[in-house]
Nanobody, 126 residues
Framework: QVQLVESGGGLVQAGGSLRLSCQAS????????MGWFRQASGKEREFLGGIDWSGSRTYYADSVKGRFTISRDAAKNTVNLQMNSLKFEDTAVYYC???????????????????WGQGTQVTVSS
């Protein structure tokens, strides 16, 4: 079972940047794809993007493509979400996620992600 802990959330002005990190533990980090989701108040959880087990491939939702970048550091067992040009509508709780089983196709389906961190709040002021 993987354990995921997000950090780096906070308050930022519109147009600013923020970098979130997700610390993974409990299994071999480098064999699993990772993803990022967010959930705004009163809305359903939204998939943002994912990165494959090697870190060489990424994919993003249209809502964040060109503004958000996912990367991973195998030595530190972390996956990062760099968020630039933040907008008020990016305000949400951000979660990193992983599949509980080993999956070798990529990109993963949203439903493949079934292990979650506790989330970190990102608030963008307009």
């Amino acid at each position: 079972q993987v354990q995921l802990v997000e950090s780096g959330g906070g308050l930022v002005q519109a147009g600013g940047s923020l970098r979130l990190s997700c610390q993974a533990s409990g299994r071999t980090f480098s064999t699993y794809a990772m993803g990022w989701f967010r959930q705004a108040s009163g809305k359903e959880r939204e998939f943002l993007g994912g990165i494959d087990w090697s870190g060489s491939r990424t994919y993003y939702a249209d809502s964040v493509k060109g503004r958000f970048t996912i990367s991973r550091d195998a030595a530190k067992n972390t996956v990062n979400l760099q968020m630039n040009s933040l907008k008020f509508e990016d305000t949400a709780v951000y979660y990193c996620a992983a599949p509980s089983r080993l999956i070798r196709y990529f990109p993963l389906k949203d439903t493949d992600y079934d292990s979650w961190g506790q989330g970190t709040q990102v608030t963008v002021s307009s």
